[in-house]
């Protein structure tokens, strides 16, 4: 079973990644959340996998961090109704700490805001997933959390590009304070910029 896969990024889209490795290209479902976050094609990368196999095919989706494929793991093969796409977009829409805080608190308002998850999926979700599952991602999530130093700089980017768009300077800083929660740090500016005009 493939667990992780490290090589060389050849492709990659909004919800997708092909790497290369060792000369043989894997094709990976990824969320955006990931997407943001991925180095220019041409580097090397590596990322974990969750690998679901169905009738005469594999599919492969891929997360930067552990946490980030165990939450995916956890939320398709635990909870009914749950499955890897809808789990895709899920984590596309919210950062895995959002996730987790959203769960851990109960908060079923802002998993409905993931596309595809009405107001009675989000509370199976949390009804479903135990406390001691979410308690050990959550134990991984703060781990694997890095202060990334170009965050403040590319928020400045993301306030200034609201700013000039019309923007008060408070809507425009609680837009994009906003955004960085649920996407996380390291995405890029103009990703952050979407997030906050349609927020």
């Known amino acids: 079973m493939i667990i992780s896969l490290e090589g060389i990024l050849t492709e ?4 997708s990644a092909t790497i290369d490795v060792g000369g043989i290209g894997y094709s990976v479902s990824v969320p955006l959340t990931v997407s943001c976050k991925l180095p220019p094609v ?22 930067l961090t552990r946490a980030e494929r ?18 895709l977009n899920i984590m596309s829409k919210l950062s895995l700490s959002a996730l987790v805080g959203a769960v851990e608190s109960g908060d079923a308002e802002i998993l409905a805001k993931c596309h ?23 134990a991984k999530t703060e781990k694997t959390n890095q202060p990334n130093a ?50």
Request: glycine share 10%; net charge neutral.
């Open 116 to 138: 595809g998850i009405g107001k009675k999926s989000a509370e199976r979700i949390i009804m479903e997933l135990s406390d001691r599952d979410i308690a050990a991602i959550a």
């Open 70 to 87: 165990d939450f995916f793991k956890l939320i398709v093969e635990k909870v009914s109704g749950v499955g890897p796409r809808t789990a």
């Open 150 to 199: 170009a965050t403040s700089g590319i928020a400045n980017d993301a306030i200034a590009a609201l700013l000039s768009l019309g923007y008060k300077s408070a809507d425009a800083e609680k837009a994009v304070r906003k955004s960085i929660e649920l996407l996380g740090d390291g995405a890029p500016a103009e990703t952050i910029i979407r997030s906050a005009l349609n927020s």
């Open 12 to 15: 990659s889209d909004v919800l």
């Open 42 to 63: 041409g580097n090397r990368m590596k990322l974990q996998i969750y690998a679901s196999y169905g009738e005469n095919q594999q599919n492969l989706y891929g997360f």
